[in-house]
């Protein structure tokens, strides 16, 4: 990723950092592709939640972030999104992480769509920007300049591919956490490097942690609520028994982004196994349909639905035909009236386009 400027929270959000394009007679916003100022963010760094209202938001939802086929995010589509989230009562939202395809962006583009977030939307919803790295420093930079521009959290993931030690997990995380109220993602499916409970009980005792998402299971769940630790599933297939039984305050959903009000009623309404039990094909689909990984799944079928071009960056690409097909059943199922879309499109392979430059 390239080297991070500093910015302020009045000029990211400025007129000249976006281009316009129309589509479909429709304006669209997309984030412009290089932001060259140098910018200085001294004075600027202020929170805009506690760590205690960041502890009682139950559904966060992992937003997804649309493209123009020029390769430009759609500003247009995500802001559609964010404003069918509010509707639909989720509470938060974490802007540019894995489901967000945060590790696609430059650092620019991901700065901006927080600050874009929370300009628009940060008196309604939570407003958790995924400012983590494998890099100490661009975790470090990235946090400063998020939390300059409005964000409420940072999400903060474990150094992965180049990993490190014990000491070295904690220092990284303590080298961010001062920056203010941070959420520790735990996914060793994604960094084979599972955070101990041992350092998260370390962790727990700055003063800006906020808690945990947890993707190791509602077992790991429940030793940290018995300990006193918030914890937020991150897993969509176990979220209703974590936030019920393993005494987790909500879940950061990727399934939201299609349900949304669906997994509000499930996280915030109480007990309900036949609510789970039929969002759970849907929560399997979102992701990981098979063998596609999420946001594969998430991506096509938010194209299906109409809400967001059928654009993939790479190494990202649409399901096929036959995966689409049951996927589309199982809006079917569900109900088109619980989406954000308001038809199911019947795309073709030669109706997406794949990006490898942008």
């Given at each position: 990723?390239?080297t991070?400027?500093?910015?302020?929270?009045?000029?990211?959000?400025?007129?000249?950092?976006?281009?316009?394009?129309?589509?479909?007679?429709?304006?669209?916003?997309?984030?412009?592709?290089?932001?060259?100022?140098?910018?200085?963010?001294?004075?600027?760094?202020?929170?805009?939640?506690?760590?205690?209202?960041?502890q009682?938001?139950?559904l966060?939802?992992?937003?997804?972030?649309?493209?123009l086929?020029?390769?430009?995010?759609?500003?247009?589509a995500?802001?559609?999104?964010?404003?069918?989230?509010?509707?639909?009562?989720?509470?938060?939202?974490?802007?540019?992480?894995?489901?967000?395809e945060?590790?696609?962006?430059?650092?620019?583009?991901?700065?901006?769509?927080?600050?874009?977030?929370?300009?628009?939307y940060?008196?309604?919803l939570?407003?958790?920007?995924?400012?983590?790295?494998?890099?100490?420093?661009?975790?470090?930079?990235?946090?400063s300049?998020?939390?300059?521009?409005?964000?409420?959290?940072?999400?903060?993931?474990n150094?992965?591919?180049g990993?490190?030690?014990?000491?070295?997990?904690?220092?990284?995380?303590?080298?961010?956490?001062?920056?203010?109220p941070?959420?520790?993602?735990?996914?060793?499916?994604r960094?084979?490097?599972?955070?101990?409970?041992?350092?998260?009980l370390?962790l727990?005792?700055?003063?800006n942690?906020?808690?945990?998402?947890?993707?190791?299971?509602?077992?790991?769940i429940?030793?940290?609520?018995?300990?006193?630790?918030?914890?937020?599933?991150?897993?969509?297939?176990?979220?209703?028994?974590?936030?019920?039984?393993?005494?987790?305050?909500?879940?950061?959903?990727?399934?939201?982004?299609?349900?949304?009000?669906?997994?509000?009623q499930?996280?915030?309404?109480?007990?309900?196994?036949?609510?789970?039990?039929?969002?759970?094909?849907?929560?399997?689909?979102?992701?990981r349909?098979?063998?596609?990984?999420?946001?594969?799944?998430?991506?096509?079928?938010?194209?299906?639905?109409?809400?967001a071009?059928?654009?993939?960056?790479?190494?990202y690409?649409?399901?096929?035909?036959?995966?689409?097909a049951?996927?589309?059943?199982?809006?079917?199922?569900?109900?088109l009236?619980?989406?954000?879309?308001?038809k199911?499109?019947?795309?073709?392979?030669?109706?997406?386009?794949?990006l490898?430059?942008?």
């Amino acid at each position: 990723m390239p080297t991070l400027a500093k910015i302020s929270a009045a000029q990211v959000v400025n007129a000249h950092f976006f281009s316009r394009s129309t589509r479909r007679g429709v304006k669209q916003a997309s984030i412009a592709s290089n932001a060259s100022k140098t910018w200085t963010n001294a004075s600027m760094m202020q929170m805009t939640a506690t760590v205690e209202e960041i502890q009682k938001t139950r559904l966060i939802t992992a937003i997804k972030t649309p493209y123009l086929a020029s390769g430009k995010i759609d500003l247009a589509a995500y802001d559609k999104l964010v404003e069918n989230q509010i509707e639909c009562g989720v509470g938060g939202l974490v802007v540019g992480g894995t489901t967000g395809e945060g590790q696609l962006m430059s650092w620019d583009e991901h700065i901006m769509l927080i600050a874009h977030t929370a300009k628009l939307y940060g008196d309604k919803l939570q407003v958790i920007g995924n400012t983590g790295s494998n890099s100490t420093r661009e975790a470090v930079h990235a946090s400063s300049q998020g939390f300059a521009v409005g964000m409420d959290a940072a999400l903060h993931i474990n150094p992965y591919y180049g990993k490190t030690s014990k000491k070295g997990i904690i220092a990284h995380f303590n080298a961010v956490l001062k920056y203010g109220p941070t959420i520790v993602y735990n996914v060793p499916a994604r960094t084979s490097q599972d955070i101990s409970p041992e350092i998260m009980l370390e962790l727990a005792e700055h003063k800006n942690f906020a808690g945990i998402k947890e993707c190791e299971g509602n077992a790991r769940i429940k030793y940290y609520t018995d300990q006193g630790i918030v914890c937020w599933s991150g897993n969509d297939d176990e979220a209703h028994d974590a936030r019920y039984e393993a005494g987790a305050v909500g879940v950061i959903s990727v399934t939201s982004n299609i349900v949304p009000r669906l997994m509000s009623q499930l996280i915030n309404d109480g007990p309900n196994p036949e609510l789970r039990d039929r969002l759970l094909p849907m929560m399997i689909s979102t992701l990981r349909l098979f063998t596609e990984p999420n946001p594969i799944g998430l991506n096509t079928m938010l194209a299906m639905l109409d809400c967001a071009e059928p654009v993939f960056r790479l190494p990202y690409i649409q399901y096929d035909e036959e995966l689409r097909a049951q996927g589309a059943a199982l809006i079917r199922g569900i109900g088109l009236e619980h989406t954000p879309g308001s038809k199911l499109l019947d795309l073709r392979n030669s109706d997406f386009t794949t990006l490898s430059e942008w």
